[in-house]
Protein backbone atom coordinates (compact mmCIF):
# COMPACT_ATOMS: atom_id res chain seq x y z
CA UNK A 1 0.00 0.00 0.00
CA UNK A 2 1.19 3.72 -0.58
CA UNK A 3 0.96 4.93 2.53
CA UNK A 4 3.48 2.23 4.02
CA UNK A 5 6.08 3.97 1.13
CA UNK A 6 5.46 7.15 2.60
CA UNK A 7 5.81 6.63 6.18
CA UNK A 8 8.79 4.28 5.83
CA UNK A 9 10.45 7.36 3.43
CA UNK A 10 9.75 9.37 6.23
CA UNK A 11 11.46 7.09 8.78
CA UNK A 12 14.79 7.07 5.97
CA UNK A 13 14.44 10.92 6.90
CA UNK A 14 14.39 10.58 10.36
CA UNK A 15 17.14 7.85 10.18
CA UNK A 16 19.22 10.98 8.35
CA UNK A 17 18.69 13.16 10.94
CA UNK A 18 19.80 11.02 13.70
CA UNK A 19 22.79 10.69 11.52
CA UNK A 20 23.52 14.27 11.29
CA UNK A 21 22.81 14.98 14.73
CA UNK A 22 25.29 12.41 15.51
CA UNK A 23 27.78 14.25 13.56
CA UNK A 24 27.46 17.99 15.04
CA UNK A 25 30.27 17.78 17.96
CA UNK A 26 29.49 18.65 21.05
CA UNK A 27 31.26 21.79 22.19
CA UNK A 28 32.94 23.01 25.57
CA UNK A 29 34.38 26.18 26.33
CA UNK A 30 38.30 25.99 27.78
CA UNK A 31 39.13 29.37 27.29
CA UNK A 32 38.75 32.34 29.72
CA UNK A 33 39.37 35.14 27.42
CA UNK A 34 36.74 37.09 26.69
CA UNK A 35 37.60 38.44 22.82
CA UNK A 36 33.80 39.22 20.84
CA UNK A 37 31.87 42.20 21.95
CA UNK A 38 28.16 41.44 21.53
CA UNK A 39 24.64 43.80 21.17
CA UNK A 40 22.05 41.83 22.32
CA UNK A 41 18.24 42.66 21.00
CA UNK A 42 15.64 41.34 22.78
CA UNK A 43 12.10 42.88 21.29
CA UNK A 44 9.37 42.83 24.17
CA UNK A 45 5.51 43.38 23.84
CA UNK A 46 3.56 43.22 26.74
CA UNK A 47 6.11 40.77 28.57
CA UNK A 48 5.74 42.34 32.06
CA UNK A 49 4.86 38.42 33.46
CA UNK A 50 8.26 36.85 31.76
CA UNK A 51 10.76 40.31 32.17
CA UNK A 52 11.87 39.68 35.84
CA UNK A 53 13.29 36.56 34.95
CA UNK A 54 14.94 37.32 31.65
CA UNK A 55 16.51 40.53 33.52
CA UNK A 56 17.68 38.13 36.57
CA UNK A 57 20.01 35.98 34.11
CA UNK A 58 21.07 39.38 32.44
CA UNK A 59 22.69 40.56 35.62
CA UNK A 60 24.14 37.21 36.01
CA UNK A 61 25.56 36.45 32.51
CA UNK A 62 29.38 35.54 33.37
CA UNK A 63 31.08 37.96 30.88
CA UNK A 64 32.59 41.21 31.19
CA UNK A 65 29.87 44.57 30.90
CA UNK A 66 32.04 46.63 28.59
CA UNK A 67 31.76 44.22 25.98
CA UNK A 68 28.13 43.70 26.34
CA UNK A 69 25.22 45.71 25.34
CA UNK A 70 21.16 44.84 25.81
CA UNK A 71 19.20 46.03 23.58
CA UNK A 72 15.20 45.95 24.43
CA UNK A 73 13.08 47.05 22.05
CA UNK A 74 9.33 47.68 23.31
CA UNK A 75 6.75 46.88 20.38
CA UNK A 76 3.69 49.30 21.98
CA UNK A 77 3.56 47.58 24.91
CA UNK A 78 0.54 48.38 26.60
CA UNK A 79 1.03 46.74 29.94
CA UNK A 80 4.56 47.98 32.90
CA UNK A 81 7.15 45.90 31.10
CA UNK A 82 8.50 49.33 29.95
CA UNK A 83 8.50 50.76 33.60
CA UNK A 84 10.05 47.45 34.85
CA UNK A 85 12.71 47.22 33.14
CA UNK A 86 13.16 50.77 33.61
CA UNK A 87 13.23 50.72 37.56
CA UNK A 88 15.78 47.72 37.54
CA UNK A 89 17.96 49.50 35.06
CA UNK A 90 17.67 51.85 37.86
CA UNK A 91 17.96 49.98 41.26
CA UNK A 92 20.68 48.21 39.55
CA UNK A 93 22.57 51.20 37.88
CA UNK A 94 22.89 49.07 35.01
CA UNK A 95 24.40 51.20 31.98
CA UNK A 96 24.75 48.70 29.30
CA UNK A 97 20.86 48.21 29.14
CA UNK A 98 18.82 49.85 26.56
CA UNK A 99 15.00 50.66 25.71
CA UNK A 100 14.20 51.46 22.26
CA UNK A 101 11.05 51.98 20.57
CA UNK A 102 10.30 50.00 18.01
CA UNK A 103 10.14 51.82 14.54
CA UNK A 104 7.51 50.13 12.10
CA UNK A 105 8.19 49.99 8.73
CA UNK A 106 6.56 46.51 7.36
CA UNK A 107 4.37 43.80 7.63
CA UNK A 108 6.92 42.02 10.51
CA UNK A 109 7.05 43.81 14.18
CA UNK A 110 9.68 41.69 14.99
CA UNK A 111 11.52 42.13 12.12
CA UNK A 112 10.98 46.02 12.34
CA UNK A 113 12.11 45.60 16.34
CA UNK A 114 15.55 44.16 15.04
CA UNK A 115 16.48 46.35 12.21
CA UNK A 116 15.65 49.14 14.90
CA UNK A 117 18.26 48.19 17.65
CA UNK A 118 20.89 47.13 14.77
CA UNK A 119 20.77 50.08 13.45
CA UNK A 120 21.92 51.50 16.68
CA UNK A 121 24.26 49.11 17.73
CA UNK A 122 27.52 49.70 18.50
CA UNK A 123 29.17 45.76 18.53
CA UNK A 124 29.99 43.76 15.93
CA UNK A 125 28.33 40.77 16.95
CA UNK A 126 24.65 40.58 17.12
CA UNK A 127 22.72 38.17 19.32
CA UNK A 128 18.83 37.63 19.49
CA UNK A 129 16.62 36.16 22.35
CA UNK A 130 13.21 36.67 23.20
CA UNK A 131 11.83 38.31 26.30
CA UNK A 132 9.80 35.36 27.36
CA UNK A 133 13.47 33.95 27.72
CA UNK A 134 16.33 33.37 30.38
CA UNK A 135 19.74 33.13 29.54
CA UNK A 136 22.51 30.43 30.63
CA UNK A 137 25.22 32.22 32.81
CA UNK A 138 28.29 30.89 30.74
CA UNK A 139 26.25 31.64 27.39
CA UNK A 140 28.48 34.43 26.08
CA UNK A 141 31.57 33.20 27.10
CA UNK A 142 30.92 29.42 25.33
CA UNK A 143 30.19 31.75 22.47
CA UNK A 144 32.93 33.40 22.38
CA UNK A 145 34.86 30.48 22.38
CA UNK A 146 33.18 28.79 19.40
CA UNK A 147 33.60 32.04 17.79
CA UNK A 148 36.76 32.35 17.95
CA UNK A 149 37.63 28.82 16.82
CA UNK A 150 35.06 28.41 14.03
CA UNK A 151 35.44 31.90 12.66
CA UNK A 152 31.78 31.88 11.85
CA UNK A 153 29.00 34.63 10.36
CA UNK A 154 26.33 33.01 12.11
CA UNK A 155 25.92 31.00 14.87
CA UNK A 156 22.60 28.77 15.94
CA UNK A 157 22.05 27.47 19.29
CA UNK A 158 19.61 24.87 21.00
CA UNK A 159 16.57 26.42 22.72
CA UNK A 160 14.55 24.13 25.37
CA UNK A 161 11.76 24.53 27.62
CA UNK A 162 11.59 24.89 31.28
CA UNK A 163 10.50 21.41 32.40
CA UNK A 164 8.04 22.36 34.92
CA UNK A 165 7.06 20.05 38.10
CA UNK A 166 3.73 19.87 36.72
CA UNK A 167 3.96 16.18 34.99
CA UNK A 168 0.09 15.56 34.79
CA UNK A 169 0.15 18.26 32.06
CA UNK A 170 -0.60 16.58 28.64
CA UNK A 171 -0.03 20.00 27.16
CA UNK A 172 3.31 20.78 28.78
CA UNK A 173 4.69 17.40 27.89
CA UNK A 174 3.21 17.86 24.33
CA UNK A 175 5.28 20.88 23.83
CA UNK A 176 8.18 19.37 25.07
CA UNK A 177 8.66 16.45 22.98
CA UNK A 178 7.46 19.02 19.95
CA UNK A 179 10.08 21.32 20.63
CA UNK A 180 12.58 18.60 21.29
CA UNK A 181 11.84 16.77 18.04
CA UNK A 182 12.44 20.50 16.34
CA UNK A 183 15.54 20.23 18.24
CA UNK A 184 16.95 17.32 16.95
CA UNK A 185 16.07 18.10 13.14
CA UNK A 186 17.90 21.21 13.50
CA UNK A 187 21.04 19.68 14.27
CA UNK A 188 20.98 17.03 12.52
CA UNK A 189 19.96 19.17 9.45
CA UNK A 190 23.09 20.80 10.37
CA UNK A 191 25.25 17.92 10.66
CA UNK A 192 24.23 16.56 7.19
CA UNK A 193 25.06 20.41 6.00
CA UNK A 194 21.42 21.58 4.63
CA UNK A 195 20.62 23.60 7.83
CA UNK A 196 16.91 23.98 7.38
CA UNK A 197 15.90 25.56 10.39
CA UNK A 198 17.21 28.01 13.43
CA UNK A 199 15.63 29.59 16.20
CA UNK A 200 16.03 33.32 16.81
CA UNK A 201 15.50 33.08 20.73
CA UNK A 202 18.83 31.46 20.45
CA UNK A 203 20.47 33.27 17.20
CA UNK A 204 23.87 35.25 16.72
CA UNK A 205 25.62 36.57 13.50
CA UNK A 206 27.80 38.89 12.45
CA UNK A 207 26.76 42.74 11.23
CA UNK A 208 28.20 43.30 8.72
CA UNK A 209 27.39 40.13 6.83
CA UNK A 210 23.64 41.18 7.82
CA UNK A 211 24.16 44.18 6.32
CA UNK A 212 25.73 42.76 2.94
CA UNK A 213 23.10 40.51 2.29
CA UNK A 214 20.42 43.01 3.18
CA UNK A 215 18.52 41.70 6.06
CA UNK A 216 15.34 41.34 6.25
CA UNK A 217 14.79 42.88 2.61
CA UNK A 218 12.40 40.51 0.30
CA UNK A 219 10.83 38.78 3.41
CA UNK A 220 9.64 41.71 5.22
CA UNK A 221 5.88 41.30 4.46
CA UNK A 222 5.88 37.64 6.56
CA UNK A 223 4.98 38.80 10.33
CA UNK A 224 7.40 35.75 11.33
CA UNK A 225 10.91 34.34 9.99
CA UNK A 226 13.28 36.94 12.00
CA UNK A 227 15.33 33.50 11.90
CA UNK A 228 14.75 30.88 8.88
CA UNK A 229 14.92 33.65 6.12
CA UNK A 230 18.15 35.00 7.53
CA UNK A 231 19.95 31.96 7.91
CA UNK A 232 18.75 31.07 4.17
CA UNK A 233 20.58 34.14 3.33
CA UNK A 234 23.68 33.67 5.42
CA UNK A 235 23.86 30.49 3.59
CA UNK A 236 23.84 31.66 0.07
CA UNK A 237 26.36 34.09 1.18
CA UNK A 238 28.83 31.62 2.53
CA UNK A 239 27.54 28.25 4.10
CA UNK A 240 30.58 27.31 5.70
CA UNK A 241 30.33 29.89 7.85
CA UNK A 242 27.06 28.98 9.50
CA UNK A 243 27.33 26.59 12.42
CA UNK A 244 25.62 25.61 15.13
CA UNK A 245 26.86 26.04 18.66
CA UNK A 246 25.52 22.19 20.37
CA UNK A 247 26.51 22.91 24.00
CA UNK A 248 25.01 22.23 27.18
CA UNK A 249 26.74 25.55 28.21
CA UNK A 250 24.63 27.44 26.07
CA UNK A 251 20.71 26.40 26.01
CA UNK A 252 18.09 29.26 26.18
CA UNK A 253 15.52 28.14 28.44
CA UNK A 254 11.74 29.36 27.73
CA UNK A 255 8.44 28.89 28.76
CA UNK A 256 5.39 26.40 27.50
CA UNK A 257 1.96 27.92 26.93
CA UNK A 258 -0.52 27.96 28.99
CA UNK A 259 -3.18 26.71 26.78
CA UNK A 260 -3.78 24.90 23.37
CA UNK A 261 -5.00 28.00 21.81
CA UNK A 262 -1.61 29.69 22.29
CA UNK A 263 0.22 26.63 21.28
CA UNK A 264 -1.70 26.19 18.12
CA UNK A 265 -1.25 29.91 16.97
CA UNK A 266 2.38 29.35 17.92
CA UNK A 267 2.54 26.49 15.49
CA UNK A 268 0.79 28.16 12.77
CA UNK A 269 2.51 31.14 12.91
CA UNK A 270 5.86 28.50 12.21
CA UNK A 271 3.93 26.76 9.98
CA UNK A 272 2.71 29.94 7.46
CA UNK A 273 6.62 30.14 7.04
CA UNK A 274 7.27 27.68 4.85
CA UNK A 275 5.63 29.29 1.83
CA UNK A 276 8.63 31.49 1.80
CA UNK A 277 11.63 28.57 1.61
CA UNK A 278 13.76 29.00 -0.86
CA UNK A 279 15.63 25.50 0.15
CA UNK A 280 15.13 22.63 -1.64
CA UNK A 281 16.07 20.31 0.90
CA UNK A 282 13.41 22.31 3.04
CA UNK A 283 10.92 21.94 0.80
CA UNK A 284 11.14 17.90 0.51
CA UNK A 285 11.41 17.75 4.13
CA UNK A 286 8.26 19.47 4.85
CA UNK A 287 6.51 17.24 2.07
CA UNK A 288 8.20 14.10 3.56
CA UNK A 289 7.02 15.45 6.99
CA UNK A 290 3.33 16.30 5.91
CA UNK A 291 2.72 13.38 3.76
CA UNK A 292 4.23 10.85 6.62
CA UNK A 293 2.00 11.95 9.26
CA UNK A 294 -0.66 12.15 6.86
CA UNK A 295 -0.06 8.49 5.82
CA UNK A 296 0.18 7.35 9.35
CA UNK A 297 -3.34 9.02 10.20
CA UNK A 298 -4.52 7.19 7.28
CA UNK A 299 -3.16 4.11 8.63
CA UNK A 300 -5.50 4.86 12.19
CA UNK A 301 -8.32 4.39 10.13
CA UNK A 302 -7.22 1.58 8.30
CA UNK A 303 -6.54 0.09 11.76
CA UNK A 304 -9.87 0.34 13.02
CA UNK A 305 -11.68 -0.46 9.80
CA UNK A 306 -9.76 -3.55 9.67
CA UNK A 307 -10.47 -4.17 13.53
CA UNK A 308 -14.80 -4.41 13.17
CA UNK A 309 -14.35 -6.35 9.60
CA UNK A 310 -12.94 -10.18 10.04
CA UNK A 311 -11.75 -10.30 6.45
CA UNK A 312 -9.49 -7.03 6.80
CA UNK A 313 -7.57 -8.55 9.97
CA UNK A 314 -4.40 -10.04 7.82
CA UNK A 315 -3.65 -6.25 7.19
CA UNK A 316 -3.54 -5.58 11.34
CA UNK A 317 -0.02 -6.68 11.50
CA UNK A 318 1.45 -4.88 8.64
CA UNK A 319 -0.05 -1.60 9.88
CA UNK A 320 0.95 -1.76 13.37
CA UNK A 321 4.81 -2.32 12.33
CA UNK A 322 5.40 0.29 10.29
CA UNK A 323 3.36 2.50 12.68
CA UNK A 324 5.91 1.06 15.72
CA UNK A 325 8.54 1.61 13.28
CA UNK A 326 7.97 5.45 12.98
CA UNK A 327 7.51 5.99 16.59
CA UNK A 328 10.66 4.24 17.52
CA UNK A 329 12.97 6.77 15.21
CA UNK A 330 10.79 9.92 16.41
CA UNK A 331 11.42 8.85 19.72
CA UNK A 332 15.25 7.74 19.09
CA UNK A 333 15.59 11.24 17.79
CA UNK A 334 13.94 12.97 20.22
CA UNK A 335 15.44 10.91 23.52
CA UNK A 336 19.01 12.52 21.67
CA UNK A 337 18.12 16.11 21.85
CA UNK A 338 16.90 15.50 25.77
CA UNK A 339 20.14 14.33 26.57
CA UNK A 340 21.43 17.32 25.31
CA UNK A 341 19.02 19.52 27.26
CA UNK A 342 19.36 17.16 30.19
CA UNK A 343 15.25 17.34 30.20
CA UNK A 344 13.80 13.94 30.52
CA UNK A 345 11.00 13.91 32.99
CA UNK A 346 8.50 14.29 30.07
CA UNK A 347 9.82 11.40 27.61
CA UNK A 348 7.20 8.92 30.23
CA UNK A 349 4.46 10.69 28.06
CA UNK A 350 5.71 9.62 24.97
CA UNK A 351 3.65 7.09 23.90
CA UNK A 352 0.60 9.11 24.25
CA UNK A 353 2.25 12.25 22.53
CA UNK A 354 3.69 9.64 19.56
CA UNK A 355 -0.25 8.52 19.28
CA UNK A 356 -1.54 12.15 18.87
CA UNK A 357 1.29 14.09 17.11
CA UNK A 358 0.80 13.17 13.91
CA UNK A 359 -3.19 14.49 14.30
CA UNK A 360 -2.00 17.55 15.82
CA UNK A 361 0.44 18.10 13.08
CA UNK A 362 -1.91 18.13 10.12
CA UNK A 363 -4.22 20.09 11.78
CA UNK A 364 -1.99 22.56 12.35
CA UNK A 365 -0.64 22.35 8.95
CA UNK A 366 -3.96 22.88 7.42
CA UNK A 367 -5.30 25.60 9.81
CA UNK A 368 -1.64 27.53 8.94
CA UNK A 369 -2.42 27.80 5.10
CA UNK A 370 -6.39 28.71 5.56
CA UNK A 371 -6.77 30.72 8.78
CA UNK A 372 -5.75 33.53 10.14
CA UNK A 373 -3.71 33.40 13.62
CA UNK A 374 -3.37 36.21 16.88
CA UNK A 375 0.21 36.43 18.27
CA UNK A 376 1.46 38.72 20.91
CA UNK A 377 -2.74 40.45 20.48
CA UNK A 378 -2.42 40.88 16.69
CA UNK A 379 -4.17 39.47 14.26
CA UNK A 380 -1.86 38.05 11.18
CA UNK A 381 -2.96 36.11 7.72
CA UNK A 382 -1.28 33.49 6.64
Not at 127 to 137: E, G
Not at 244 to 266: M, P
Not at 336 to 358: E, M, N
Amino acid sequence: MIIFGFILVYVFLISLFIVGYNRVQPFTSKSSDRIQSFSMIIPFRNEEAHLPALLLSIHHLDYPVSQVEILMVNDDSSDGSVQLIQNYINKNQLSHIHILENTRQSGSPKKDAIKTAISVSKFSWVITTDADCTLPSKWLGVLDSFIEKMRPNMVAGPLALVETTNTSSFLHAFEILDVHSLLGVTIGAFGLGSPIMANGAHLAYRKDVFFNVKGFDGNDYMASGDDLFLLEKFLAYDAKAVRYLKSKEAIVLTTSHKSWTDFINQRKRWAAKASGFKSNFAKAVGVVVVLGNLSTVIAYGQLLYASFFENQLKHIPLLLVVIIIKYFIDGLLIFRAQRLTGSKKSFIWYPLVALCYPIVTLMISVLAFTTSYTWKDRRFTH
